[in-house]
């Protein structure tokens, strides 16, 4: 899991969502006085005069106490230091108003709203106002949702989840779809009074081979009906699978819900992940599940963020596709394509480069490709249709504002990419629709009054997550919302990931 957590805070960093200062040259107009200020140290307290020596050579007496309790803490995985953000970031805000918040967000956003979206949820900093763990459960449901399933365990792992009957039931949850629900287990016999259910108890019990209270508490808890029946059924195979033999297997649950999704797997009926919620992904890149199904699980969490991009590579190219059609066409694809690359020769990739741009198109992948392959495009020397998507690719990767410089007849024909992607609209260079309303954030728009008012007044936090909802209703169709939008996240200080907002909604189109 640690490598996994390692890799999503890497591509976090590669993918340029760090929201420190940005280049003199680019910087937009700031409301807030710690942008003006990155890097600065607060000045140290004076320390109180003290005696140079001890009048004594008693040992004093040491007073030890656990220092795990359930009060408010500094929960998060990427420090300020790699964010960019400060640790005022939730603090002057009620815990129940940014829960709120984050369960808004949108679920399918761009990429680079996606980015900002995760590097927010794994901000460390100091605890919001009034109930922290609210805010904290907020933040792991919404990872969960992504499909970030390593961070969201990670961060549950600095609460205290032995304190409350919520984080505990989502600890287990997390940590049956992870495959290892043995701490978790430990918790809850530990804790019987916080426990999920009593089919979590029985299923724990019988793990660590208490067989005989499994059994005892199965059948006194069916009898009282604290277990659904089909989970009782499934936990009684789970039991004693040789009296069931040659049984028809049990229907697949219509709700998804973790430990029954691990239940089935171990009596021998996985439940397929494909139609259950993103988190249930994770559970197919292991290597015991096969190569599509580890394909289709990587593509469908690198869709929201939450795969590193050379892991997805890595799947694509670890063998040669076994038939065709669907992830076997996209593997074969990528790996012709990367051959091709890796000879060096213009000809090769004109041939392969449009079939992997076209199966990264029909999968939503597009920024993917571009951060694993830009660089390497940029430095051959291609023409026609190629650089063409030559220049789409540059302009979706982290290094945008250089594909005017590699793609300069590209940039004069079309002019308000170009515009956007080195952070300067000329004065009368104007459109309509979406590139018109992008122009307009990059001009002359006003940013959304409530929200710059929010995070002149501390509330940076909240007033992030808000301009996340804005924009991706903009980027949804709404052209007035996304000028707005784009406006706004250049008044809060991210020039950067205004511009990948607004280049990949004029490149990949609207979200809705």
Not at 129 to 155: C, I, M, Q, T
Not at 203 to 215: Q, S, T
Not at 266 to 286: E, F, K
Request: aromatic share 4%; proline share 7%.
């Amino acid at each position: 899991m640690r490598n996994r957590l390692t890799s999503l805070l890497a591509a976090l960093l590669c993918a340029g969502t760090s929201l420190g200062a940005q280049n003199e040259a680019t910087a937009p107009l700031s409301v807030i006085d710690w942008l003006d200020t990155q890097g600065a140290i607060d000045a140290a307290l004076p320390t109180p005069e003290e005696p140079d020596v001890t009048d004594s050579g008693n040992v004093p007496q040491v007073t030890v106490q656990p220092l795990r309790t359930d009060a408010a803490q500094r929960v998060g995985l990427a420090p300020s230091n790699i964010t960019g953000l400060p640790d005022t970031l939730w603090q002057k805000t009620d815990a129940r108003t940014l829960s709120r918040a984050i369960n808004a967000l949108p679920d399918a956003p761009l990429p680079a709203l996606q980015n900002l979206i995760l590097t927010l949820l794994l901000a460390e900093a100091n605890p919001p106002a009034g109930e922290a763990h609210l805010f904290d459960l907020a933040r792991v449901d919404a990872l969960s949702r992504f499909g970030a399933l390593d961070p969201a365990l990670a961060l549950l792992e600095q609460t205290a989840i032995d304190k409350r009957a919520a984080k505990l039931a989502r600890y287990m949850d997390l940590s049956l779809v992870s495959g290892d629900p043995s701490t978790a287990c430990g918790l809850i016999l530990a804790n019987p009074k916080l426990s999920p259910g009593k089919a979590h108890e029985v299923f724990c019990n019988a793990r660590a081979g208490n067989w005989e209270d499994a059994v005892l508490v199965l059948g006194t808890a069916r009898v009282l009906e604290l277990i659904p029946e089909d989970q009782a059924a499934a936990l009684e195979r789970f039991l004693d699978p040789e009296l069931f033999e040659g049984e028809p297997p049990l229907p697949v649950p219509a709700t998804p819900d973790p430990l029954t999704f691990r239940l089935f797997e171990a009596i021998g009926t996985p439940i397929p992940t494909r139609t259950w919620p993103l988190v249930y992904a994770n559970a197919d890149l292991s290597a015991n599940a096969g190569w599509k199904a580890q394909l289709e699980a990587a593509e469908r969490l690198a869709q929201r963020g939450a795969l590193g991009d050379n892991r997805l590579l890595g799947l694509y190219t670890q063998r040669q596709p076994a038939a065709s059609g669907g992830v076997w066409d996209r593997a074969a694809a990528i790996q012709r394509f990367e051959t091709a690359l890796g000879t060096g020769s213009p000809s090769a990739v004109s041939k392969t480069l449009p079939a992997a741009w076209r199966a990264m198109d029909d999968i939503g992948l597009k920024t993917v490709f571009a951060k694993l392959f830009a660089e390497d495009l940029t430095k051959l020397v291609l023409s026609g249709p190629t650089a063409d998507i030559a220049f789409d690719v540059a302009l979706l990767s982290p290094a945008y504002e250089t594909a005017e410089t590699h793609f300069p007849s590209r940039a004069l024909q079309r002019p308000a990419m170009a515009a956007v992607a080195r952070g300067d609209v000329p004065e009368g260079l104007t459109s309509d629709g979406v590139e018109g309303a992008v122009l307009a954030a990059f001009s002359d728009a006003a940013p959304d009054p409530g929200i710059v008012a929010a995070a002149q007044a501390g509330e940076l936090g909240l007033a992030l997550a808000n301009t996340i909802s804005l924009t991706h209703g903009g980027a949804s169709g709404d052209v007035a919302r996304l000028t707005t939008g784009l406006a706004t996240l250049r008044a809060l200080g991210l020039e950067d990931v205004a511009r990948r907002t607004a280049l990949q909604v004029m490149l990949l189109g609207s979200t809705g």
